[in-house]
């Protein structure tokens, strides 16, 4: 136990000489993480006791797990890099090392500058001790000297809002304005390097977008942030970079439109797991109580349950009788180039390669645009637009263009071709969300589409 | 070690700061809450007093004054360890939230009751005054001995706090081991009164150095043919095994400092 427990050493270096040189001579890379390992111990049973290691001379057995995976990244000075992935991914466990409350496994953590941790507001806060003491304390505790406290505690009160309360004894705050003086005492610590964990969505809306503000403050004052966030509107807003967590492994890293869509892409794809499990129970329990009840008769809620999973349980993505295939599907810009991305206002082509199988009459091509959360937001075929698609042989492959000029506001959508028999109801072929398109636009507005409005402001009378 | 100590030195703010926190909350911010501090040592005193004086009768002139002149110093002691022993323990969510060297919560414990040591002091040398003892004739020694007492106090605290966050029920055994150590350091006693032959054992036991300084400074004064000075080599080697203490916790914490976090 004790053997094991000296092995650990310090993985933190503070850099000197750092490999990363800009032409002022200055390093360019804040924090540089390289091939970083973190492994728990989850002990079996309750904790290690000495009785037990003593007396019954038991072996303290633990598992080992494994948080971070040969973990490597680097961020520059002045960037602000968002950390994104589901639940027990590794990125507190990521900040905590960068901070050096946690030691690597292996690896090393090379930082230029000085670093602050937000990763709970108000730790170390004492409950008996009035909210002036504690400024001092907490103040200190995040590396503050005596003289800086002093010469910053008025702006401290005043960010926080507390002045009324400021020699009452916290244990008498509400656990916003508790949070409301762990973040003003944070965030005039004045770090190069500032570490933000989930903390940003503290106190009422008004201090909310009071915290915004100071990030965008330590923004434009060429700070080097790193944040962890669930809500990827903020990651987007905010971050040059992303990283996207999973298993302690780095599964992507770089633009935060095309990281946030990849883990987007990941979390829906768990949650049609997880429906798809659900449904899978919800059929055994259907037809258990059909066996068990000696039913006959499905009701229509039980039909709906049933049909929403194909035969083999999995979210039927593509459906159609084959008859005709959809090969390909394509964004192509109005210079001819494949893209999968454009800016609002761009005119852009969907392009979808279709080859018959036997002979069709008159088929139906549509496309259905939905966006993330699976709203519709556009369709249309060629039946819509009174055009009459002719006949197709066997082996014919046909290429069908839809041109379209893209008015959407920025984000992920989903286009889900479909070849369509005339009778409007059944199809030959239909993939869900074949082609991604996103959208880069700046957003002046909400919601799904920009309708461009002009705004004109008159006085009436006054 | 060194670089460690720099570091340590660089962070000393703090560790005056949570000295001062850790009083603070104490003597809950009043004069008054030092006056409830001094509550327990009065207390035992009178218990002692009455055992040793009353129903047993040991025959020693002003019992309380013989038996306080060293309770304090032993209560520095006791009371660093007992509340040291948990204090990483009781910090977790500081530890796991912040950076800054461990070793300074355990240290400023140690402060706080070091501090709490000397208000203790000065109310025993008013009450010294008063009774006319002559304590003022070797009080010049009283600080070398207090500074040896601080690195045994911080080293032992030191070892308990970072070995209580791998085995919990630690803090239970600390309480036993503490009154096995009261008991076998002349606090209740005259170390006179020891058989020869175990004396030479008792005096390997730092404290017990302490306890005939702290003795002959505030109590034996007044009793001159009772003062005996401790021979050198029993000082050299007080002085020795509690800095090797000192450095011994020292080492021992450092080396399990890194994963206090992932154990908390
Ligand atoms: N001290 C510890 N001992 C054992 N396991 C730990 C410890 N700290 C974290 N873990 C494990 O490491 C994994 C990563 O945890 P971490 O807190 O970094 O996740 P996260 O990405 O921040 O998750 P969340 O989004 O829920 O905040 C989890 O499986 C967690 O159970
Ligand atoms: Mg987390």
Redesign the interface.
């Known amino acids: 136990m004790l053997e094991e427990s000296l092995a650990s050493q310090n993985g933190i270096v503070t850099n000197t000489n750092s490999t990363y040189i800009d032409t002022d001579g200055n390093s360019t890379v804040a924090v540089d993480v390289r091939s970083i390992s973190k492994i728990f111990r989850i002990y079996h049973g309750k904790n290690p006791s000495l009785k037990d290691a003593i007396l019954k001379g038991k072996r303290v057995t633990y598992e080992e797990f494994l948080a971070l995976d040969n973990v490597s990244f680097s961020v520059y000075k002045g960037e602000t890099f968002g950390i994104i992935g589901p639940n027990g991914s590794g990125k507190s466990t990521l900040l905590k090392l960068i901070a050096r409350i946690l030691v690597p496994n292996s690896g090393e953590i090379v930082i230029n500058g000085s670093v602050s941790a937000l990763l709970e507001l108000g730790a170390g806060f004492h409950a008996d001790l009035t909210g002036r003491e504690n400024i001092y304390i907490n103040a200190a505790i995040l590396g503050m000297k005596k003289r800086e406290i002093d010469k910053k505690f008025d702006e401290i009160v005043r960010f926080s809002e507390l002045e009324r309360f400021i020699d009452t004894p916290v244990k008498n705050y509400s656990s916003g304005m508790y949070m409301r003086l762990g973040f003003s005492v944070a965030i005039n610590v004045n770090p190069d390097i500032l570490l933000v964990d989930e903390v940003l969505a503290v106190g009422d809306q008004a201090f909310q977008s009071k915290c915004y503000q100071v990030i965008y403050d330590f923004m434009r004052r060429g700070k080097t942030i790193i944040i962890v966030s669930h809500d990827l509107e903020t990651i987007s807003d905010l971050c040059k970079r992303v990283a996207f967590l999973k298993n302690g492994k780095i599964e992507d890293i770089g633009n935060p439109i095309v990281v946030i869509n990849k883990y987007r892409s990941y979390i829906e794809e768990m949650e049609r797991k997880r429906i798809i499990e659900q449904q899978k129970e919800e059929r055994k329990k259907i037809f258990k109580s059909l066996v068990e009840g000696e039913r006959k008769v499905i009701d229509g809620e039980e039909i709906d349950k049933l049909s929403r999973v194909s035969i083999n349980g999995e979210v039927v993505n593509r459906f159609g009788s084959g008859d005709a295939e959809i090969k390909r599907i394509r964004l192509v810009d109005k210079d001819g180039k494949d893209v999968d991305f454009c800016k609002y206002g761009d005119e852009v082509n969907i392009v979808m390669d279709v080859l018959f199988n036997t002979e069709v009459e008159d088929p139906i091509f549509g496309i259905r645009i939905t966006d993330h959360r699976g709203n519709i937001v556009y369709g249309t075929n060629n039946r819509l637009n009174n055009i009459r698609s002719g006949t197709f042989k066997k082996g014919d492959l046909v290429k069908v263009i839809f041109s379209q000029r893209i008015v959407f506001i920025g984000g992920t959508y989903f286009v889900s071709p479909s070849v369509g028999y005339k009778d409007t109801k059944t199809y030959c072929d239909w993939v869900n969300n074949m082609l991604t398109i996103n959208v880069i636009h700046h957003n002046r507005a909400e919601g799904i589409a920009d309708l461009n409005s002009e705004i004109t402001i008159e006085k009436i009378s006054s | 070690m060194i670089s460690n100590f720099k570091k340590l030195f660089s962070y000393h ?2 560790l005056f ?2 000295t001062r ?1 850790e009083l ?2 104490k003597y ?1 911010g009043s004069a008054l809450g030092f006056f409830w501090s001094l509550l327990n040592p009065i207390l035992v005193m009178l218990v002692y007093s009455f055992v040793f004086s009353i129903v047993m009768r040991l025959g020693i002139k002003h019992y309380a004054i013989f038996l306080i002149s060293v309770l304090l110093p032993f209560n520095f002691l006791s009371n660093s360890v007992n509340y040291g022993a948990n204090s990483i323990v009781a ?1 977790g ?8 060297p461990r070793e300074i919560i355990p240290l400023s414990i140690v402060l706080a009751n070091l501090t709490n040591f000397f208000f203790e002091l000065i109310a025993l040398f008013i009450v010294l005054g008063i009774m006319g003892y002559k304590f003022y004739i070797y009080l010049h020694i009283l600080p070398l001995v207090i500074l040896v007492q601080f690195f045994l106090v911080s080293g032992v605290t030191l070892v308990v706090s970072s070995l209580t966050v ?5 803090q239970h ?1 600390i309480g036993i081991i503490m009154m096995i150590w009261f008991f076998g350091t002349p606090v209740i006693y005259p170390l006179s009164m020891v058989p020869e032959k175990f004396q030479f054992i008792m005096k390997a036991n730092p404290m017990t150095v302490f306890s005939i300084f702290y003795r002959n400074i505030f109590y034996y004064v007044n009793y001159p043919e009772e003062l005996q000075f401790p021979t050198l080599k029993v000082i050299l080697m007080a002085v020795v095994v509690s800095l090797f203490v000192f450095f011994l916790g020292y080492f021992v914490f450092k ?2 400092e ?2 206090f ?2 154990e908390i």
């Not at chain 2, 969510?93 to 800054?100: C, G, M, P, S, V």
């Not at chain 2, 791998?166 to 630690?170: A, G, I, P, T, Y």
Request: no cysteine.
């Open positions: 703010e703090l700061s949570l926190k603070k909350v809950r910090n969510n500081l530890i796991n939230k912040i950076y800054f791998f085995f919990r029920d630690l055994l080396k399990l890194p994963r976090t992932e």
